[in-house]
């Protein structure tokens, strides 16, 4: 084998010989391998994007003789995470029999299911609409990747030619066509009318590239991204400025968070007018580059190239009109001046899906903007859950990537608004939306959980993610909230949760726990007042510190955190939940419990007092009363447990049993108890009750609400 340079500038050369040594001989692992390191360079291709394949010899499990299998990515997936489970493998020369049935391209949709017939593997993944375009092709290992310096220039107006004088002749053309059937033969043809290329430029598109052996598709994918990204390179600013140049400057760091902060909840509002949406927000210096140019009035409404883009921004952003230094504050000001901005937009959206649809296209979908892009200050994108908005993002900056590169070699060019219809309401890709497992009772909902690093308050943030939600935890000890993130990262992924040190009784710590929601997700929907501590003490030993804590910790910071809450959901419009952990204590008159029990009672009569005054903006406040969750909590540190102990005359070790005992169940109350009453109240079946207290004690009569 020719030596070749592994020295990229532009691409990471990640291959291990060491290794893919020990994988030698299983292509197919081998395979796997190669994908994975793709995957992992996300200049080579997005999340969720491109596919490759090998073919190899395995025996049939019909007749026992060797046959030639292609194994090749599956519908969805990701190359960077691939797995085998997540390859579909053909018998090669059925699926390429399938031509001799194949009607034209007004027919090529009915091919997808004769895939089926071509299955090897009856284990293996789906075949994607991208299976032909690998099967037509001769070679052992295939890669077709969306890299932007690739896609640039096949989105550059003069991309065929650019492509040709760039490698020689030894990089093939095909124009633009939607991916499939006939885009397979396509490609067939180019490579028999252009022997011995190396690959293929899609486009509007992508890249094909290819090799005899794992390793040489790999090199060869990096080489020809390398040469391509070192052509962009080579040319910027040679035209002029990139985008024109500057427009105006990019608003300071710390101006652009709050004004990000401020504004993301009013948008998540307007975004979430058919669904409730999850948001993400970057400030990242290529998009900043972008909307602060003299080109985005120009670029920006001509919408994305590669397929792969537009299917998860929409066929444009929308664009506001606001300036870095807008004072936000006036809300209701606020929302009256975006309100035609966002109706305008729908009103295109839904112009051109009646302009191209055909009669039998899908129903419209949400005609809301997902990508939004504020000026000075950064780009916002709102999907159905955190992922798809923060891969929405990537998705976008990678087609700024793409306009940037088109425009400095010559000018970009996006797809035909009826080419960009067919692929984003094709049926083949609405099976596949149809096919998706049924979201959650809280998909969607962003949740802030106070005290939520531990015991009830962690319980409930689980609860709440394994429902759909996302939630942002908090904690007064940063060790204990680094500890939590952590095991929330392990568990449910980086996408589940975020992170905010809170004090509960300072206002300032509050003030930025809802910025950093705003900042993460764009909002919340549910709050919960669970933070909180336990002094048991009788009347003579209980002291003015102890009391003021007590107020502070409990009923000042329900209070100051439910006012903060309220803020940020009017600027949504889209309703709420709080809930407050409150207690048994609230009703029921016991020894030694004069500063806890008390306050405990304002929390509950507060929660209804908000209650009263908030129904009216569908913001509902309801209360479950906790008692004696001892597991994981640290109401029972700080000689709280010993305190209770001696007030009813038994040793700390007997307290569980005593507390189970007491009750009409004769349960012990676990964190998970309090998480499924929470769960109850935001899951969707409660949505009319508000003012409510929910009692999870095993049973304590005198705890009855009456």
């Known amino acids: 084998m020719t030596a070749r340079t592994t020295d990229f500038k532009h691409v990471s050369y990640l291959w291990d010989e060491a290794k893919a040594a020990e994988l030698a001989g299983d292509e197919v692992a081998l395979l796997i391998y190669r994908s994975n390191l793709l995957g992992a360079d996300l200049r080579l291709t997005n999340y969720g994007g491109g596919n490759t394949s090998c073919k190899a010899m395995a025996k049939d499990p019909l007749t026992g003789e060797e046959t030639e299998v292609m194994w090749v990515k599956g519908s969805g997936g990701d190359l960077g995470t691939l797995k085998k489970s997540g390859l579909a493998a053909l018998y090669v020369d059925r699926l390429r029999s399938l031509k001799n049935i194949y009607r034209g391209l007004a027919h090529e949709d009915e091919m997808v299911e004769l895939f089926n017939h071509c299955i090897y593997d009856l284990q293996s993944k789906a075949p994607s609409i991208d299976t032909p375009l690998h099967g037509f092709l001769p070679f052992r290992h295939i890669d077709h990747l969306h890299p932007d310096a690739a896609i640039a220039i096949a989105a550059a107006k003069d991309g065929e030619q650019i492509t040709k004088e760039l ?5 093939g053309w095909v124009p633009w066509q939607k991916p499939g059937f006939e885009l397979g033969l396509m490609l067939r043809k180019c490579l028999d009318e252009n022997p011995g290329i190396r690959g293929i430029m899609l486009g509007s598109h992508g890249l094909f590239t290819w090799g005899d052996t794992a390793y040489e598709s790999y090199i060869n994918t990096l080489e020809v991204i390398e040469t391509c990204a070192r052509y962009l390179e080579e040319n910027y600013g040679k035209k002029g400025p990139v985008f024109g140049g500057q427009r105006i400057a990019p608003a300071e760091p710390e101006l652009r968070q ?19 949406m999850v948001g993400h927000f970057t400030d990242d210096t290529r998009v900043l580059e972008f909307i602060n140019s003299n080109d985005l009035d120009k670029l920006a409404p001509l919408g994305t190239s590669c397929p792969d883009h537009f299917l998860r921004t929409k066929i444009s952003p929308l664009v506001l009109d606001l300036g870095t230094g807008e004072d936000l504050s006036d809300v209701e000001a606020l929302k009256v001046r975006l309100a035609p901005e966002f109706e305008a937009y729908r009103k295109m959206y839904t112009d051109y899906y009646e302009t191209c649809k055909h009669d039998n296209s899908p129903a419209i979908r949400d005609a809301n903007p997902v990508i939004i892009l504020y000026p000075g200050i950064g780009m916002f994108s709102f999907a159905k859950d955190k992922q798809t908005a923060r891969v929405a993002a990537e998705f976008y900056t990678n087609a700024i990537n793409v306009m940037k590169g088109a425009e400095a070699i010559s000018e970009y060019t996006s797809l035909p608004r009826q080419e960009a219809f067919n692929i984003e309401y094709w049926l083949l890709e609405e099976a596949k939306l149809q096919r998706m497992p049924k979201p959650k009772p809280l998909t969607g909902k962003i949740a802030l959980v106070t005290g939520s690093a531990g015991g009830i308050g962690k319980a409930i943030a689980k609860k709440f993610v394994e429902e759909g939600a996302v939630v942002v935890l908090n904690d007064m000890n940063a060790e204990r909230l680094e500890g939590a993130g952590e095991e929330f990262k392990s568990k449910y992924g980086r996408d589940s949760f975020a992170t905010a040190q809170l004090d509960v009784t300072s206002a300032a710590q509050i003030g930025a726990a ?11 929907d549910i709050v919960v007042n669970n933070a909180g501590l336990s002094i048991s003490k009788t009347i003579a030993d209980h002291t003015e510190k102890d009391w003021d804590l007590l107020y502070d910790v409990l009923v000042k910071g329900q209070f100051l955190v439910t006012q903060a809450a309220v803020a940020v959901m009017k600027k949504q419009g889209t309703g709420g939940d709080i809930l407050n952990i409150v207690s048994k204590n609230a009703l029921v008159s016991g020894p030694n419990n004069a500063g806890y029990g008390s306050a405990k009672a304002a929390q509950l009569h507060l929660g209804r007092l908000n209650a009263a005054e908030l129904g009216a903006d569908h913001i509902r406040v309801n ?5 004696a969750v001892i597991s994981d909590s640290n109401i029972w540190a700080g000689g709280w447990a010993e305190g209770r102990a001696k007030a009813y005359g038994i040793t700390v070790a007997e307290l569980p049993a005593y507390y189970a005992k007491r009750t009409l169940l004769n349960e012990v109350i676990l964190p998970e108890d309090i998480a499924n009453a929470c769960f109850a109240f935001t899951g969707g079946l409660l949505n009319k009750s508000t003012g409510n207290v929910l009692n999870v004690d095993g049973g304590v009569a005198t705890a009855f609400v009456r």
Do not use: M, Y
Not at 514 to 524: E, I, P, Q, T
Not at 623 to 627: A, R
């Open 514 to 524: 809802f910025d950093a929601a705003a900042l993460a997700f764009g909002g919340v």
């Open 623 to 627: 209360t479950v009363n906790p008692d």
């Open 167 to 171: 490698f020689g002749g030894t990089i």
């Open 258 to 276: 709050k004004q990000a902060a401020a504004i993301a909840p009013v948008l998540r509002g307007f975004c979430s007018s058919e669904r409730h």
